[in-house]
């Protein structure tokens, strides 16, 4: 086969940045190099016992058939159950709709929505992800910037800069990957105010680290009831849960957008894993006795995220913000640019990662994956050693570049 043979739409896609470093940095290990991988965006704790039992008794009672397309109705109960009592957002059961992750429920909702020429405001740093499914939809990303000195938050005058009459959506995420940002809920409500001036805008809300915020309770845009019906809330059990393998997200949106979902969804994958279901819909309903863990993760991700700040500020020529949620560090990086150890000259943040992975052994993801150069992200899901670790590899690395 050639590769001409291929579709436009596939050539036209990018390689997740964030899972090449991953594989090159697998592809090291088992080359036998000792490798500090935190370019992965996973928590490093494992699933609650009780969560995993669900999963073995919906087994044994062989809840194995396949599933409604758009979920078991217990868990688009259980979903909205917890919208309204921990978003205090109202949503019937049939405006749920359970994916494969949240990574299909983004999916479906561009494809549901987007025509060709539409235009998709995306605030950056942005998930890596975004701008290739708009453009799998047939959209245009239209990138709003955003650095460090702002937090890597858009205002609501920025996106309303960026509005057209092409543009049919924005998407971000809150608490952010990349860069742990959190938007409060007056900034939330100025956004809002703006999207609600064009009629035919919709918002997608990536709330999927919803549960490691460090900075107060968790807001959503979904809470305005102007625009309530034109947002598209997004989430799932992976990060709050430590249940990335299990495939579990969710969509809550109006009825019609809710129906589109079902009706795309079940014409490429059906329904999701029942037994996956089974899981999400004990996490979703546990008692926090049965789960404690998650609450240790979260106190155990902010322990980290200050000992990595703490670290990061002895590297000359490192400067970081303090993100507020999620579990990344965002540092820009601009000052090695232009810099060479004799042989190696760093051109930008990719090839600074690299020269990283090669002279340190740690693997990092370049900021120009996520819309902004000269940065580079720090994923602190590991271990406390890992993170003294990599950055004292890091800085002797780094002191070779002049």
Known sequence: M??????????????SATLLMTRKS???KDAGYDI??????????????CIK?????????NITHYPPVAGINELRKAVAA??????????AMNQIVISNGAKQSIANAFLCLINPGDEVLIPAPYWVSYPEMVKMAGG?????PSDINQDFKVSASDIEKHITDRTKILIFSSPSNPSGSVFSKDELEAIAKVLSK????????DEIYEHINFNGKHESIAQFDFIKDRVITINGVSKSFAMTGWRIGYSASNKILADACNTLQGQYTSGASSISQMAALKALEADPSEIEEMSIMKLQFRERRDLLLKLLADVPGVKTNVPDGAFYVF???SWYVGKSDGVSTISNDTDLCLYLLDKAHVALVPGSAFGCENYIRFSYACSKSDIIESVKRIKEALSRLH
């Open 82 to 91: 917890k919208l309204k009592r921990e978003n205090n957002l109202d949503y």
């Open 53 to 61: 039992k669900a999963a073995i008794e919906a087994i044994n009672k």
């Open 36 to 49: 500090i991988n935190l370019s992965i965006g996973e928590p490093d704790f494992n699933t609650p016992e």
């Open 140 to 144: 245009r990303p239209v990138i709003i």
């Open 331 to 333: 540092p820009e990086i």
């Open 26 to 28: 697998r592809e090291l």
């Open 2 to 15: 050639h590769p001409n043979d291929l579709s436009e739409r596939v050539k036209s896609l990018s390689e």
């Open 198 to 205: 064009k009629d035919d805008l919709y918002v997608i809300a």
